[in-house]
């Protein structure tokens, strides 16, 4: 099926409606001057809804109807003077091939009064509902006169003009509303004071009879008022003062069909544009004059009934919006789009709300401010659409000046943040409270990019030292409070690791040997100098430090240090060992003694004793004359080095040979040396001999003091 609308509920059975007494049509014709307090403003009430057809009422023209207000489909146009709201309802749909169909969603079901509060109506889906009760489009509209008067306009539309028909328009503040696809349905919503019943009565052949108005008295569990608080006639036939009038498209000017440029449908005609005689009801209410204004008619439910009684049988209805009064709020946040954690990781922000309400002059409520922390990850879409952090509540009223600004909040995490603005209005739905919470009402804290400067420890180090490292961070922000919006616990200095790595010797593409395949870790608190970090190298040469912020997210990006090879600073050369050469000459005077006996043949006798005498210069004596003192005593008297060999003899000759290995010169004790040699035979009959101090040996060394050269 083709809908014209949402589906509306069922149908009740069959019944006669109530002929009402027509009153007395009057002439149409105005006197000159004379006020009309509905009729005669800009809406024509003539029983069509053509603009075309201009009335000329109370001394002016009425240039508006119907057609003024909604388009062919049935949505509204942009609002002529003095229009503040409108609203249309279709109530019916077709079958598939265009053709009318008789199901209804939104009929009333066997029990509703208008007597009864809302939760004591209900609704049901009617498959046939009976044609002079079958209600096809209601509308309504509301309109504010240049004086100041409130009038409120409202039109319904019937499938079929059999017999006299009775209808009534309810104008409701709360959300009231009713839908069936099947059983019976409890309407949602309830009555609030000053809700509005009108009820008319109109016959075929005639025009309206009457329209009364009733007030309902208290909430949700008042009461209808028994009495009429405003009484009217036919628009057409009224005299001058008039405070609520109906009529039809039935008596002069306006007689017979009639023509609608959206779809309606018709008993006689079917689905098309045209309404045949007194199948269409239009009606204006002055709540001004009626005392009945000062309230916000959101909801008007059109409706086909046995009679004008309050205790009537109800069929048939059509449920509309009319949002007469309407609340709106823009938020807009201190920051929009971005902004940067700073360090001390909190940001200070605030919310600036516009609200505005229409339809009502007094008015209360209270605004709230929420704050959502949405999460880390800034690409989200999320809203604030419910719960967050209270921020600001704020009493608002009629006279409060806008924009109204919120008490900051703080907040301690980069991420996505959403505000809400919530206006809570203290007699919903009059005026209906509102909210923004909208992507506009959104912004995101970027995290910081820390720096990181390194410095390797002074070189070059010699083999078998350590080298070492540091390493400076800057521009951290300190991590989220508890909570993240305004914290009762501040967040600490950034946390983190700062690792460092070393490459080498002579290239970056492995760690040194032995080096930790993780790194050297340092804990960070904050901005600070880090280190050093040391490492002993296993072979000399050129090695490179390199090292990384881990991060502390989500307020402070990890950071990486320059890569290997690219930060001169990073280097250090690891030298070899040097080594020096000097040389320095040494050597042991040595001596040798041949003791021969004079006679060929004799043997010397084997208790012989030989004694071998080294003088040097000492004490200032020259070893030729200390030689010839001979001083026997070591150390003393020049006299540097002695050794005795016993058990000399047993041969005709005989050579003895020094073994010095404890008096060496060296270049420092140059000099002349001279040996004092002696031999005593050990017996009678062999003499003893000395030497005679003329042997001697003259000893210059020259040393190589170094560093010497490289080698090889």
Known sequence: MIHFKRPTAGRRPSRALVVLVLTALVSMLLAPGLALAVHDLAMQLDGDVSASTTTN??????????????????APK????????????????????????????????????????????QCNFDNNVNSKIDVMNAYAAAYLAANGDSIIYFALERNANTGDANVGFWFLQDDVGCVSTGPSQTFSGNHTDGDLLIVSAFTKGGGVSTIDVYRWNGGAGGSLGATSVAHGADCKGTAGGDD??????????????????????????????????????????????????????????GDTRSSQSLTATLFDFARGKLGECTSSTTTTPSITGSA?????????????????????STWSGTYE??????????????????????????????????????????ITSAGRYCWRGNFISATDPNPPSAKDDTAGECFNVTPRTPTLTTQAG????????????????????????TPVINPTTAGLAAGGTITFFLYGPDQCTTLAA???SAGISVSVSGDGTYGPVQYTPTAPGQYTWVANYSGDL??????????????????????????????AQKTYPQDSATITSSILGDNLPSGGTVTFRLYGAAGGNTALQNCQAHTDTLGSGGLVYKQTFTSVGGSHSVTVNTTNTTFFVTSATNGTYYWWVTYTTGDTVHTGRQSNCAENVILTFTDDTGPGTLFP
Do not use: M
Request: overall charge negative; aromatic content about 8%; some cysteine.
């Open 244 to 301: 609520v009038c109906a009529t039809t498209n039935t008596g002069a000017p306006i007689t017979g069909p009639i023509t609608t440029p959206w779809k309606t449908s018709n008993k006689t005609d079917g689905v098309g544009n045209t309404l045949q005689e007194a199948e269409f009801f239009e009606g204006g209410l002055n709540l001004t004059r009626t005392n009945l204004g000062g309230k916000c008619f959101n909801v008007f439910i």
């Open 369 to 410: 401010f929420h704050l959502c922390f949405i999460g880390t990850d800034i690409t989200s879409t999320a809203t604030c659409t419910s719960g967050g952090t209270l921020v600001d509540s704020q009493s608002v009223n009629q006279a409060t000046p806008v924009p109204l600004t919120s008490a900051a909040a703080t």
């Open 340 to 360: 940067q954690i700073p360090q001390s990781g909190t940001l200070s922000v605030t919310d600036s709300a516009t609200l505005t309400v229409n339809g009502i």
């Open 554 to 583: 989500p307020n402070t990006l990890a950071k990486s240090g320059a890569a290997c090879g690219t930060d001169p600073k990073e280097a250090v050369t690891v030298r070899q060992i040097p080594t020096e050469i000097s040389t």
């Open 57 to 74: 009422v109370g001394g002016t023209t009425q240039a508006i109807d119907w057609d003024s207000l909604f388009d062919s489909n049935g």
């Open 78 to 121: 942009t609002k002529p003077a003095g229009f503040t709201a409108t609203g249309f309802d279709p109530d019916f749909v077709t079958n598939s091939n265009g053709s009318f169909n008789t199901s209804d969603q939104t009929t009333y079901s066997t029990g509703s009064k208008d007597t009864l509060p809302i939760s004591g109506w």
């Open 458 to 481: 002074a070189g070059p180090v010699d083999f078998g030292n350590p080298i070492t490292d540091t390493a400076t961070l800057g521009n951290t922000a300190n991590e989220p409070g």
């Open 514 to 516: 032995g080096f930790p």
